[in-house]
């Protein structure tokens, strides 16, 4: 019931025009980072409605039917739907398990930053973190982008550790959106510890990609940016 349910509300906001914006913002084309993801055009703050209103009614099994959808919005509306099942469950290393056999359906840079940190990153929290490494390794973008993101979760606590080693290991990763992700956990762990991230930049920024150290020192005073960049 709860799959119908959230299929058809979604559908009743579809919007055509905006789905192809979506489709060319999201490189769904030949070769790209999203080849072949299909878009209904709906919002995200519909769809955050929509997962409100129906997670109650909605099982693994309507999660998982959401997430083997070919639309886009059925998967990250299947991911806000997941969050909030895991914020409630009692068992999270069940929903922890289902997340990780799913992994290849989260499947664009939306659906792992708004659903890693808050499922995978938090049960870790006061764990072993090892399958953080595992992921890291990957061949596969998206499992070694939620590795990386995962540490959001670390990061809010001041607890940096990981996050820096795992952003170590991907220094010399080939791309962009792992550059993005790492320039972010960075810039993240800046916010709470200023000095802990000009350590890691003093150490790494002559080997850092461009887009990696841009997103890290964004908050930096520009003398230090300049001196970084240059």
């Known amino acids: 019931m709860g799959y119908n349910a959230v299929v058809k509300e979604l559908g009743k906001h579809k919007d055509a025009e905006k789905a192809r914006v979506l ?16 878009f209904l055009g709906v919002s995200v ?9 129906y997670w109650r009614d909605c099982s693994l ?6 997430l083997d959808s070919k639309f886009h919005e059925h998967r990250l509306t299947g991911l806000f739907i997941l969050v909030k099942l895991y914020e409630k469950d009692k068992d999270k290393k069940k929903i922890v398990g289902f997340y990780l056999e799913n992994t290849e359906r989260v499947n664009n840079w939306d659906l792992v930053d708004s659903s890693a940190h808050k499922i995978i990153g938090d049960y870790l929290v006061g764990r072993d973190r090892k399958v953080l490494y595992k992921l890291l390794k990957s061949r596969y973008l998206w499992e070694r982008r939620i590795s990386v993101i995962s540490c959001f979760a670390f990061i809010a606590r001041n607890d ?23 320039g972010w956990m960075l810039r993240e762990i800046g916010k709470r510890d200023l000095k802990v991230l000009e350590g890691f930049l003093v150490k790494h920024h002559k080997v850092m990609p461009r887009t990696m150290l841009r997103y890290s020192i964004e908050r930096l005073s520009e003398q230090k940016r300049k001196r970084l960049l240059g």
């Open 23 to 38: 489709q060319r913002f999201f490189k769904t084309g030949k070769g790209e980072y999203g080849e072949g993801d299909v």
């Open 45 to 53: 703050p519909v769809q955050r409605k929509v997962a409100g209103m």
């Open 61 to 66: 099994s309507d999660v998982q039917a959401l």
């Open 160 to 182: 940096f550790k990981d996050a820096l080693r795992i952003c170590e290991l991907l220094l010399k990763d080939e791309h962009d959106l792992i550059h993005k992700a790492t």
